[in-house]
């Protein structure tokens, strides 16, 4: 990577971890209690390391198979690096995941759940669960209807076992987030889960005044996709 490259990346990390400390004072939270989710998804592994080099530790990638392209490498350099699965899981990689994620955002259906049950009593790893709440009831989108949220928790954490930590949502995009956000962060507090996942390059400020304590950033630290993955 160019200095140049390099330079602007780190300078991006900065801005907006600067950006999120202020959002968080200004709503009396502690800038510490919100980590920042670094989505590399579409980029190589030489422009994780560039964040991995300024301090970043925390990655979120959509797809397994991406995933497995470059972070076992990173995660052998990095030993504290927390890697995210933060897009939709299919159970025939629930395998895979479990093996490489820290933290699966993305919980949504009985069957996976199932499945992810099995495969961490399996192999003794437990990556955290977020579930994934479909807050707008978008058809086309994934995450389980609010309506149908909190027996779905019950049943991952009472009768599959998951270690059920939080809940994540991508909120429609013509809508204003900080209501999605906010429904979010009570059906969190609601079912006693203390991690909520939201807000974005485009929002990820309005996230954290409403309680975030993730939140999924990319365009904003690495710049424009080529691809929409
Ligand atoms: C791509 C993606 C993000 C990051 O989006 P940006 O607008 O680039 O910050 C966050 N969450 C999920 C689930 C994503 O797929």
């Known amino acids: 990577m ?11 990390l900065a801005e907006v971890l600067r950006r999120i400390a202020e959002a968080a004072r200004a709503a009396g939270r502690d800038p510490a209690s919100v980590t920042l989710v670094a989505v590399s998804k579409t980029h190589g592994a030489d422009r994780v390391r560039e964040l991995l080099q300024a301090g970043q530790r925390v990655f979120g990638e959509n797809r397994v198979q991406e995933a497995e392209g470059k972070f076992p490498a990173l995660k052998a350099e990095y030993a504290d690096l927390q890697l995210h699965l933060i897009g939709p ?3 025939n990689k629930a395998r895979d995941a ?6 699966i955002e993305s919980v949504d259906r009985e069957r996976l759940a199932v499945t992810l049950a099995k495969e961490m009593e ?6 955290d669960c977020y579930i994934q709440v479909n807050t707008g009831e978008e058809p086309q989108k994934a995450g389980v209807l609010p309506k149908d949220l909190d027996a779905f928790v019950a049943s991952c954490r009472d009768v599959h076992k998951l270690p059920v930590v939080g809940l994540m949502c991508i909120p429609p995009v013509d809508e204003e987030p900080a209501l999605h956000f906010g429904l979010l962060a009570k059906m969190a507090a609601r079912n006693g889960l203390l991690k909520v996942s939201m807000g974005m390059s485009a929002d990820y400020e309005t996230a954290v005044r409403m309680g975030a304590t993730h939140v999924r950033v990319g365009t904003a630290l690495f710049g424009q996709r080529e691809t929409h993955a």
Not at 2 to 12: L, V
Not at 122 to 127: C, K, L, S, V, Y
Request: charge should be positive.
């Open 122 to 127: 399996r192999t003794g790893r437990r990556p």
């Open 2 to 12: 160019s200095e140049a490259t390099d330079r602007q990346s780190t300078d991006r």
């Open 98 to 103: 479990v093996a490489l994620f820290d933290v």
């Open 89 to 91: 899981l299919q159970t």
